[in-house]
């Protein structure tokens, strides 16, 4: 399965609400999650299963989506939400979506 | 607590065979998967492979028979071995468990 992600690129304010978007190549059935990467570290699990907010990820972040279309969104951009996010499927196979870096507007 | 740590060379040759290990603490690897994640330098994370808890593995068809994984259960340790080495194997090579918990990963250079 491959994984489209957009914008590549996002510029946004504090404040922000932020939508990503990842697109399967085929059906996903909901085994989808999102990783933040800060330059320099390791990934970091945010979103488990479509939806499930990982132990520790403030609630600003939540993950929606089915079939083959799936959405992070931030409801209130904070700086320190400044980094390059990441889609990974776990249905059939093991994929990672190319990035979308957000940055500061 | 949960730990992993990835060692291995910073320098390869081209063509030569990386190896790379994965030191685990805080968990058992016959209770938890272990995956191998790589970023190129300015590029985004690839899946190549795991080992399963109970002993078999996974990998990505992109790495063909050039990849192997194994694991040593006594020593709490995942290994990662790459033959074939070309420049554009040159990346930060992770190991995660159950892709929740991550290395601080090992940057690899091909060289020729």
């Known amino acids: 399965i491959q994984l489209t992600q957009s914008p590549s690129l996002l510029s946004a304010s504090v404040g922000d609400r932020v939508t990503l978007s990842c697109k399967g190549s085929q059906n996903i059935n909901n085994y989808l999650a999102w990783y933040q990467q800060k330059l320099g570290e390791a990934p970091k699990l945010l979103i488990y299963k479509t939806n499930s907010l990982q132990t520790g990820i403030p609630s600003r972040f939540s993950g929606s989506g089915s079939g083959t279309d799936y959405t992070l969104t931030i409801s209130s951009l904070h700086s320190e939400d400044l980094a390059t996010y990441y889609c990974?499927?776990?249905?059939?196979?093991?994929?990672f979506g190319a990035g979308t870096k957000l940055e500061l507007k | 607590q949960v730990q992993l740590k990835e060692t291995g060379p910073d320098l390869v040759q081209l063509t030569q065979t990386l190896s790379i290990t994965c030191t685990v603490s805080?968990?058992?690897?016959?209770?938890?998967?272990v995956h191998w994640v790589r970023q190129p330098p300015g590029k985004g994370l690839e899946w190549m492979g795991a080992m399963w808890n109970g002993g078999g593995t996974d990998y990505n068809s992109a790495f063909k028979s050039r990849l192997s994984i194994s694991r040593d259960t006594s020593k709490s340790q995942v290994f990662l071995k790459m033959n074939s080495l070309q420049t554009d194997d040159t990346a930060k090579y992770f190991c995660?468990?159950?892709?929740?918990?991550w290395g601080q990963g090992v940057m690899v250079t091909v060289s020729s």
């Open positions: 990974y499927q776990y249905n059939n196979g093991n994929t």
């Open positions: 995660a468990r159950g892709l929740v918990y």
């Open positions: 805080g968990f058992s690897l016959t209770t938890y998967n």
